[in-house]
């Protein structure tokens, strides 16, 4: 049973251009989360969704991030437009309960904004 | 010895010695609480947890304490090893809610 599958591992943009990140959450788990992280600190929560629907969305920025997470295939976190700002590491994590006490994180994508 | 500066505060202790990295929460309505380990590149790896109707609970080298009076977690490693090594962050949550809220984290850095 393979852990959260994130990809790419290492992601560089330049400014103005989009940025996907891919989350595929373990084998049976249908809740994924999506957390933050800047250097020197710690993760902070933007979103969590469950297949098809987004559940809470209070940690997401109001503009140019979206997030989904459809029926088939992996959870997407999309930057739109990227700022120098939105460079960190970006943390995936899944649960077969949809309680946030029993997630597995994967290895993060980080973003580099150039 | 512990320093705080621009960046994570460090802890640094010799190889065999117990470590204790301290970690105080926001919330009085956290009920459950969570420590993780994140070595450099890596996510973060579920240690140990505690619920608020326990102060105490051991695992394998790891003992985690919870004051809920004073809102205070702590994380203690004996005979710490070089391999323990990483940045420790808390989380805490409460029953019902989805998400996580993570400490500043700390710095464990082991000497030989």
């Known amino acids: 049973n393979a852990g959260v599958m994130q990809n790419p591992r290492h992601l560089v943009r330049r400014r103005g251009q989009e940025a996907r990140l891919r989350c595929s959450p373990m084998?049976?788990?249908?809740?994924v989360y999506w957390y933050r992280q800047l250097p020197e600190e710690g993760l902070k929560f933007m979103v969590y969704l469950q297949k098809e629907n987004i559940i809470d969305e209070s940690g997401m920025p109001k503009e140019r991030f979206s997030a989904e997470f459809p029926k088939e295939g992996p959870s997407i976190l999309r930057i739109q437009q990227v700022v120098r700002g939105d460079s960190a590491a970006y943390f995936c994590?899944?649960?077969?309960?949809?309680?946030?006490?029993?997630?597995?994180f994967g290895q993060g994508t980080r973003l580099t904004v150039v | 010895g512990e320093s705080v500066g621009l960046h994570l505060p460090t802890l640094s202790v010799q190889e065999g010695d117990n470590s204790i990295i301290n970690c105080a929460y926001s919330n009085s309505a956290s009920d459950y609480f969570i420590w993780y380990k994140q070595e450099s590149g890596k996510g973060p790896q579920f240690i140990i947890d505690i619920r608020s109707n326990m102060d105490k609970r051991q695992g394998q080298r790891v003992t985690v304490l919870l004051n809920k009076t004073v809102k205070h977690l702590s994380l203690q490693i004996a005979a710490t090893q070089p391999g323990d090594s990483a940045v420790y962050f808390c989380a805490e949550t409460a029953r019902g809610y989805n998400k996580l809220i993570f400490g500043a984290g700390t710095r464990l850095a082991v000497h030989p």
């Open positions: 994590a899944s649960s077969e309960t949809g309680s946030g006490t029993e997630a597995f």
């Open positions: 084998k049976g788990h249908s809740h």
